[in-house]
């Protein structure tokens, strides 16, 4: 991977669909089973509702370069920036191999929602994690977040956590982009993407 999706323009709208892999049957008397089967992605759209004769252009020559959905790139989507303060230089706070709460370090101390409910966030992996509880740390900067999906890549110590401008790992849905052009020479353009890593 060595591709970055363009960041300007900025899409209209994104939507994100997170897709978690679960097996769910019924008994003939209708009771319902349901089991975790692992396994976690995010899937993006990103719509462009009007792009210049010039942007679009760029966003096909993209497009073009990444054969389909062969090749990998990353994304920063403006629409998805942290509501919580999100300062410091947080850290994975000893080594974790897997579970829903993760011990950190490093952010500014005694501040309340530090990050907050729904705030994405990246550590050394690709995989991104969603915050499920809104966080404050404490007087020495700590703070254990609680996550979704849980841990799938072991954690070590004093890892670096990313917060900011969180860069998605992505690779197109199909192998299939359509640019349908208006007069006078205006792109619309729809990416359906799927994390990967």
């Known amino acids: 991977m060595s591709h970055i999706y363009p960041s300007s323009p900025p899409p209209s709208s994104v939507t994100i669909r997170s897709v978690s892999q679960s097996l769910v049957s019924y008994s003939q008397s209708g009771r319902r089973f349901a089991r975790d089967m692992g396994g976690h992605r995010w ?22 370069a990444q054969s389909g959905q062969l090749q990998s790139f990353q994304a920063v989507f403006p629409h998805l920036a942290p509501r919580g303060v999100a300062t410091g230089a947080p850290l ?8 829903r709460s993760i011990p950190t370090d490093g952010w500014s101390p ?13 550590f050394g992996h690709s995989k991104i994690y969603m915050i499920t509880s809104d966080a404050n740390s404490n007087l020495s900067g700590q703070v254990t977040l609680s996550i979704e999906p849980p841990l799938m890549v072991a954690l070590s110590d004093n890892e670096s ?6 860069p998605f790992t992505l690779a197109f849905a199909k192998n299939t982009q359509e640019f349908p052009a208006q ?5 619309r353009y729809e990416a359906d993407m799927e994390e990967v890593y």
Request: glycine residues 8%.
């Open 110 to 122: 005694n501040t309340v929602n530090i990050l907050r409910q729904g705030d994405y966030i990246k």
């Open 43 to 64: 899937l993006v759209t990103a719509t462009y509702d009007r792009l210049t004769n010039d942007e679009g252009r760029e966003f096909q020559a993209f497009a073009l």
């Open 92 to 99: 994975v706070n000893g080594a974790t191999v897997s579970g």
């Open 183 to 187: 007069s006078p020479v205006y792109y």
């Open 161 to 166: 956590i990313t917060v900011n401008d969180v």
